[in-house]
């Protein structure tokens, strides 16, 4: 134990005197975690620009266009004179939408006949289109109810008995977790894991690359001395000490980390935090470890300091999408999710989302939980042998200093 | 030009990093986001059913909202609290709560809600629950007021303007599918690609330094700055066009994106794109003089660039600053330009803006790193920095 600690405490001197590590593992997480989530912080997509074209010109149709003005998802910003100039507005990305009062449209309403509006939204980009067919069907759906209402009325009933035959079975929506639907509280949460998980890669990867350009060097001895020189990679036991001292720091320095996440990071941009503390710790102990061990297996396999970030950099993209928060994982090949379980950050996406925004307990992610802990010891295996093999090439025969401690 | 893109060619031939990243994982990273959206909208997505009500009318609104296309109604359980406990195991995306009376209150002629709670956590697959759940309800709603209508001795026509006064045509323009896959893919790729792009750019140069060959390099190219990188760049300018063209042989071909506008500004743009993250690449090196930390540079700005492109959360929403920034990088300027002239077909003046974007930064960029770079290639006091 005593000797574990004693690489604990090499290897954050390791860290810490490498500028290249310190900005992988210490700078990135909270250069990231404030720069990534900027342009999501208004959370909400309000006041869309949209067209209208008023062929009508009528008290109503105008009641029509000033009620979507008002609506806080739209902003009537441009009313071109036919549609096909407002298709233009539309091809320039200056408007999201276009609503079309067609001339008539007040006399149908008057003469009881179904009046039709057109409404055009922007459907290559999703939320766009979102904002604007919710905002102009509700517009309408507004307008249309109250002139229902008032027919009904006219026919005898009670206002109470108007809307109920307008609609007997009404659906109330309920958005349970984020009320708003706000993008920043959807998908930062997730990606403030998944740095965890990519800067404990990527920074022990490059540690490792860095110890195989230099297979030997003046190691800072575990009594804190610089003079004496032992090898960067003892064999043996010594292997299993020296990984778990090693694991030891990365565990503390990411438990503090995943403290700061979610508690400071989440009350300064707002998420719901309803976790119970011992779950959640309960819970990122394992995804830590997890973490840490594929960072040290894989980390023997780089020859240099770069190569850890320049292949591991682009799995963040397709990592997020294979946490099933973004894209519905019932729409992924079970043989890719079955894969994408590999990655800690699958399982531990998922789990810290409900624990901490949705308020659930550890039961309700006992599955991810027995996952990230099978993980974390295939993981912790891999590690070792990665460790003995890299400490059998170290005291080889051009080795300086032979055996270990 | 020609010594240098031959030792250029042998160096990539002789290594294994460079292989992997001018080919290998870009190809794995296309299969990878294919494999994943490739199956299409998700159909089926589990909700639970709480019916309180027990009744004609329940059961037929719970085999309807079965009946949607993207909702399947997989839970049965008896009360909220334990559909609740289905929601946050997250076995079940919503649900639904059929109240308690629901069919007498319906019969009276008293309008009785009835709620869908769903997890907004996940807004994407919120979004597809509560629109065929809404679809379900209305359809009942319709069906028992013309019933209802009819019996007061209404007639057809006068009762189904009755039914909706004014009713709004939707036009979803440009995706009139609403394919969220095609909408995605289309710009995931690029995301991707432009990651190995700047990251194989620093690299080449970057590994000439620290491996203390850019004398020999520059000497190679007869002293000149721009011909050394021209000859050194050339060969993964290719690689990536390659492997951008089998993208969008993939996304055009067995996605079914459109291509409504015009393939050879796209294919412009697909070169511009490539040519201005080497660019920036080379700058970066430039700069810094130092392989491990232009690539730390160009993984800050590769990672969330995503992000500040507007894609997923549009421009029109951000703060300034995330305006600001993603204006400042070519990977906004061309996803633009792909959405302009893919599926929305705009005319070749809309993306002018897009292209001289993207020439401004292939032509400034490498005369901002030119100065820096003529000297460090000749300074051995820069080479060997990790």
Not at chain 1, 135 to 155: K, N, P, Q, W
Request: charged share 15%.
């Amino acid at each position: 134990m005593r000797v574990a600690l004693r690489h604990a405490r090499a290897e954050a001197l390791r860290v810490f005197r490498d500028p290249g590590a310190l900005l992988v593992l210490v700078g990135a997480f909270f250069l990231y975690s404030s720069f990534y989530p900027i342009p999501y912080l208004p959370q909400v997509l309000r006041e869309v620009p949209v067209a209208v074209v008023d062929q009508d010109r009528t008290p109503l149709s105008r009641q029509l266009v000033r009620m979507a003005d008002a609506h806080s998802l739209l902003k009537v910003t441009e009313r071109p004179a036919s549609l096909g100039e407002a298709e233009g507005l539309i091809l320039a990305g200056h408007v999201g939408g276009i609503l079309v009062v067609p001339s008539g449209f007040e006399r149908d309403v008057q003469l009881g006949q179904k009046a039709r509006v057109g409404v055009f939204a922007d459907a290559s980009y999703f939320l766009v289109y979102r904002q604007v067919a919710t905002g102009f069907l509700e517009t309408v759906g507004t307008l249309s109810a109250g002139i229902d209402i008032r027919r009904i009325e006219a026919s005898g009933r009670t206002e109470a008995a108007a809307r109920a035959l307008r609609d007997p079975v009404p659906l109330l929506v309920r958005p349970l977790f984020n009320p708003t639907e706000g993008y920043a509280s959807y998908v930062v949460p997730a990606v403030l894991v998944l740095i965890l998980q990519q800067t404990l890669l990527i920074g022990i990867g490059l540690l490792g690359g860095t110890a195989a350009e230099t297979p030997f060097r003046v190691a800072p001895t575990p009594a804190g001395d610089s003079e004496s020189v032992v090898p960067a990679r003892p064999r043996g036991k010594t292997a299993l000490s020296r990984l778990l001292g090693r694991s030891l720091f990365y565990l503390a320095l990411y438990s503090a980390y995943a403290v700061l996440v979610f508690t400071v990071v989440y009350r300064l941009y707002g998420f719901p935090e309803r976790s119970r503390a011992l779950d959640l710790s309960l819970f990122a102990l394992p995804f830590l470890l997890a973490c840490i061990f594929l960072a040290l297996a894989l980390s023997s396999l780089f020859t240099r300091r770069e190569t850890a970030m320049q292949v591991l950099l682009f799995t963040s993209l397709p990592s997020v999408f294979l946490a099933g928060f973004a894209w519905p994982l019932e729409a992924v090949p079970s043989w890719l999710r079955a894969v994408s379980l590999l990655v800690p950050s699958t399982s531990g996406i998922t789990g810290f989302l409900r624990l901490t925004e949705m308020g659930a307990g550890l039961r309700h992610v006992r599955f991810e939980w027995l996952v990230l802990w099978t993980l974390a010891g295939a993981y912790f295996v891999m590690a070792w042998l990665a460790e003995r093999r890299s400490a059998a090439r170290d005291v080889g025969p051009a080795s300086p200093v032979p055996g270990a401690e | 030009m020609k010594a240098v893109l031959r030792r250029e060619m042998r160096r990539i031939a002789t290594r294994r990093l460079e292989p992997l990243l001018l080919a290998v994982l870009p190809a794995l990273a296309l299969a990878l986001t294919w494999a994943i959206f490739s199956a299409g909208l998700p159909r089926d997505l589990p909700v639970a059913v709480v019916d309180r009500d027990h009744s004609r009318l329940s059961r037929q609104l719970a085999r309807m909202i079965d009946a949607t296309p993207t909702v399947r109604v997989s839970e049965r359980p008896a009360d909220p609290k334990a559909a609740e406990e289905l929601i946050l195991a997250g076995r079940v995306y919503a649900y639904v709560l059929l109240p308690e009376g629901l069919e007498r209150s319906v019969k009276r002629g008293q309008a009785e809600p009835v709620v869908a709670y769903t997890n907004a956590q996940l807004l994407v697959p919120a979004s597809l629950v509560r629109r065929d759940l809404l679809s379900a309800t209305s359809t009942l709603s319709a069906g028992i007021k013309r019933r209802r209508l009819r019996a007061a001795g209404e007639t057809g026509a006068s009762s189904r303007a009755r039914f909706e006064p004014v009713r709004a045509d939707i036009h979803a323009l440009f995706n009139p599918q609403l394919n969220y896959v095609s909408y995605i893919f289309v710009a995931l790729f690029p995301a991707l690609l432009h990651i190995f792009v700047l990251l194989a750019a620093v690299n080449s140069v970057g590994s000439e330094l620290r491996e203390g060959t850019a004398g020999e390099w520059l000497e190679t190219a007869g002293g000149s700055v721009p011909r050394a990188l021209a000859g050194k760049l050339l060969p993964s300018t290719v690689a990536f066009l390659a492997v951008a063209g089998a993208a969008m042989g993939v996304l055009f071909g067995l996605a079914g994106v459109p291509t409504r506008g015009s393939l050879a500004l796209l294919l412009l743009g697909t070169l511009l794109f490539v040519l201005a993250y080497q660019a920036i690449g080379v700058l970066i090196v430039a700069l810094s003089a130092n392989l491990r930390f232009a690539t730390s540079v160009a993984a800050f700005l590769a990672s969330p660039a995503f992000a500040y492109t507007g894609i997923t959360f549009p421009t029109m929403g951000m703060p300034a600053f995330a305006r600001f920034w993603g204006a400042l990088l070519p990977l906004t300027h061309y996803l633009k330009l792909l959405v302009d002239q893919s599926m929305k077909g705009a005319p070749g003046s809309v993306s002018a803006s897009s292209l001289l974007a993207l020439l401004a930064f292939v032509f400034v960029v490498p005369l901002l790193a030119w100065p820096r770079l003529r000297r460090i290639l000749r300074d051995e006091r820069f080479w060997g920095r990790r």
